[in-house]
């Protein structure tokens, strides 16, 4: 798994993005890769990485 930190995630449209500790790189993250849980600016998460529609999408997201 990826750790990262929660740059940005608007609720109430469902998505955002987190930054790899490592890379540095963003990956978009969509309300349904939270399994359920709530995350917002600042937050430590680890992570899978998914091919999306658009792009590598943050999948599998918990809280650190």
Known sequence: ???GTVKF????????FITD?????DFFVHVTGLNGIQI???DKVEF???EGKKGI????????
């Open 48 to 50: 899978d990485t998914q």
């Open 9 to 16: 995630f608007n609720e109430s449209k469902g998505y955002g």
């Open 40 to 42: 917002q600016q600042n």
């Open 21 to 25: 500790d490592i890379s540095k790189e």
């Open 57 to 64: 999408n943050a999948v599998n997201v918990k809280k650190v």
């Open 1 to 3: 798994m990826k750790t």
